[in-house]
């Protein structure tokens, strides 16, 4: 634990590095990896996708809950950091560990670690995120370290997606489950130091303690106007990630030639998905840098509504780029717009999600942040199960070919225009919906000061 405002907000960072680098690997690569590396079918992989993601969602509310009433040393929420980081380290080599058995046992083989993946995942991350709500009272410096936990979290994911095929060539090969297997226990290892450093630099400042029932904290939820409206936007925001970030594998793998190359001068290096989704990675941190002021002169819904409809048209976009060396350069061009936008929303949803429970607080007199915040990653998840599943289903039902060497001939053309589609107009339609929802969001900024002038009275007084 340390008293350096700039350290703790540095450690907090750390939390959704360790985090995202999962996260980012899960999202764009375990469709690919179920598909092609482990063996399963389209349909058998995005049955597993929505199935564990579902569970993972529902078990978030009662992690935020246990959360919420957890009392310690060290805080409501952080001694979590500590206990449950060598668990989501394993967890995660299990479920990259491809066991030579017969179909149907290795089928139960993923299910049993994807579900026990994402309960981890949950009994960390959960008690993480609610920390935000915790360690300032101030709404603005909420959104200083929801910034820095985005700016890590991409720098962390950049890394990943990165290292991800060179870590896998090197370690056993990008084919072969051996290379799966150890680039993830690389993977896995840094997570669990970056974790322990989170905890260390990081402490709880709000004394917060819930009085109520546990029937009384879900009844004020469902009654939060903004939190439901939050919760779609946050829904569609994480749709419109995952739909783009699962099928990247696969569009590279079919679309883009083999051995394609962006060139510059004399110069040229290999234009493949790691380095397409780590460029995005980078991006996003130049977004996530954007956002404190952005939403400062703006406010955060009208930068919410103004960013979406920027994702929109892009996406559109996108769809029209030929596969060229001109184009080569023209889709990382709008990777790089679209991920720096994505990075502005990342940490503003977050800044909202505080928000939404210092309204609850002052509303309905209940200290239900972890309950809230858990509702957070809810969203999260059904977003990136719906969308990992529906890419997966879409493919399956275009003619995709799965376990296929990679090459464009062996995909029909259905295959090829949805795997386009998936990149572009399915992204643009969910924008636009979530531009329609968060229209009704009533925490505006004059909003906000009012409820933290009445809550710093009301906390006084407790």
């Known amino acids: 634990m340390v008293n350096n405002k700039w350290l703790r907000h540095v450690g907090y960072g750390f939390g959704d590095m360790s985090s995202s680098m999962f996260w980012k690997v899960f999202s764009y690569y375990l469709p690919f990896f179920y598909s092609n590396i482990f063996g399963l079918s389209l349909k058998d992989a995005g049955i597993i996708l929505l199935v564990t993601r579902i569970w993972d969602a529902v078990s978030d509310p009662m992690m935020g809950i246990i959360?919420?009433?957890?009392?310690?040393?060290?805080?409501?929420?952080?001694?979590?950091?500590?206990?449950?980081?060598?668990?989501?380290?394993?967890?995660?080599?299990?479920?990259?560990?491809?066991?030579?058995?017969?179909?149907?046992?290795?089928?139960?083989?993923?299910?049993?670690?994807?579900?026990?993946?994402?309960?981890?995942?949950?009994?960390?991350?959960?008690?993480?995120?609610?920390?935000?709500?915790?360690?300032?009272?101030?709404?603005?410096?909420?959104?200083?370290?929801?910034?820095f936990r985005m700016f890590f979290a991409y720098?962390?994911?950049?890394?990943?997606?990165?290292?991800?095929?060179?870590?896998?060539?090197?370690?056993?090969?990008?084919?072969?489950?051996?290379?799966?297997?150890?680039?993830m226990v690389v993977i896995a290892a840094a997570c669990f130091v970056l974790f322990i450093c989170c905890f260390l630099l990081t402490k709880e400042e709000l004394k917060t303690v819930s009085t109520v029932s546990i029937g009384s904290d879900f009844k004020a939820l469902l009654s939060n106007k903004p939190w439901w409206i939050l919760i779609g936007a946050a829904l569609c925001f994480n749709l419109f990630c995952t739909v783009r970030g699962a099928t990247v594998a696969y569009?590279?793998?079919?679309?883009?030639?083999?051995?394609?190359?962006?060139?510059?001068?004399?110069?040229?290096?290999?234009?493949?998905?790691?380095?397409?989704?780590?460029?995005?990675?980078?991006?996003?941190m130049i977004g996530v840098a954007l956002c404190v002021p952005i939403a400062?002169?703006?406010?955060?819904?009208?930068?919410?509504?103004?960013?979406?409809?920027?994702?929109?048209?892009?996406?559109?976009?996108?769809f029209f780029i030929p596969v060229s060396q001109t184009g080569f350069w023209l889709m990382l061009l709008a990777q790089i717009l679209i991920s720096m936008l994505t990075g502005v929303m990342s940490p503003l949803v977050w800044s909202m999600y505080a928000d939404v429970s210092d309204y609850a607080e002052q509303k309905y007199k209940t200290a239900s942040t972890g309950l809230i915040f858990s509702s957070s990653s809810m969203a999260q998840k059904f977003g990136g199960a719906i969308g990992g599943s529906a890419a997966l289903w879409l493919l399956a039902a275009c003619g995709y070919i799965s376990n296929q060497p990679s090459a464009i001939s062996t995909q029909p053309d259905s295959a090829l225009l949805c795997l386009r589609c998936l990149m572009s107009f399915i992204p643009a339609a969910v924008s636009i919906i979530a531009v329609l929802v968060v229209s009704f969001y009533p925490l505006t900024t004059a909003r906000m000061k009012e409820i933290d002038a009445q809550l710093k009275i009301q906390r006084q007084n407790d």
Request: charged share 10%.
């Open 67 to 147: 959360a919420d009433r957890t009392q310690t040393r060290w805080g409501k929420y952080r001694p979590y950091l500590l206990f449950v980081a060598p668990l989501f380290s394993i967890a995660g080599i299990l479920l990259f560990t491809t066991p030579d058995w017969g179909y149907s046992a290795k089928l139960v083989w993923a299910y049993a670690t994807y579900i026990l993946m994402m309960t981890v995942y949950t009994g960390i991350n959960v008690p993480y995120g609610a920390m935000l709500g915790v360690m300032t009272e101030d709404s603005q410096e909420k959104t200083v370290y929801s910034s």
């Open 155 to 183: 720098g962390g994911s950049f890394l990943a997606l990165f290292l991800w095929e060179p870590l896998c060539n090197a370690l056993g090969g990008y084919n072969s489950p051996l290379g799966w297997f150890w680039a």
């Open 296 to 318: 400062a002169r703006f406010g955060k819904k009208t930068t919410f509504i103004a960013v979406n409809i920027a994702l929109c048209v892009l996406s559109v976009l996108f």
């Open 251 to 284: 569009y590279f793998a079919d679309i883009i030639p083999a051995g394609a190359q962006l060139a510059i001068g004399r110069w040229s290096f290999l234009f493949y998905a790691g380095l397409f989704l780590a460029i995005g990675e980078v991006s996003n």
